[in-house]
């Protein structure tokens, strides 16, 4: 359990996932992609240590989207905390809830790393306020486990948040994020 507060480790770990982002996600033969792969079915280049067969070589054999792909530590935890460190293919019978999780836990960190940015800029109180319900929710003080984020209502979330970012945008915290990225 985290303590309250704290967000999850943001950095991801393959070594600790079960080859998440090779099974949950379809690719389509492209220029990112040099087959097409359905959706929650592993790539072929993924061995059975969930590494990949091709890493050294995925942009000259046409995976160029795997290397621009980052769960920013969603896979780890879906693999660790929510399955006890269980995979896919040990347990067939996991699988679909497994990816679908996974792509919901992928939403949350993406979230999270907003509010990493969102809680660095001159909010006024209430913005401030709204940020931290959103980091409340998006990192329970309990953690998450499997049936709290089977239970996660997705769209209410990215419906609040919206709303939310639209109305920032007038204010002085957004003046302030414009000008932090009009200097790179």
Known sequence: MA?????????????????????????EKSDMFAIDKPVDEGCPNLKPDFSC?????????GFKGCTLFDCHGAGQRVTQDI??????????AIAAPMFELFRKMLKIHDYLRLIIVLEALPLSKGEASAV???????A???????????????MRV?????????????SPAAKALQARFSAL
């Open 83 to 92: 399955f006890g460190g269980r995979t896919w293919r040990d347990d067939p």
């Open 3 to 27: 303590s309250p507060g704290a967000l999850p480790d943001m950095n991801a770990d393959c070594s600790r996932c079960a080859g998440l982002c090779c099974a949950a996600f379809a690719f």
């Open 140 to 154: 329970p003080d309990k953690g998450w486990d499997r049936h709290a984020l089977e239970a996660f209502e997705e």
């Open 53 to 61: 067969r091709i890493h050294a070589e995925r942009i000259e054999l």
């Open 132 to 138: 931290a319900g959103f980091r409340a929710v998006l």
């Open 158 to 170: 990215v419906t609040e948040f919206e709303r939310f970012a639209a109305n920032l945008k007038a």
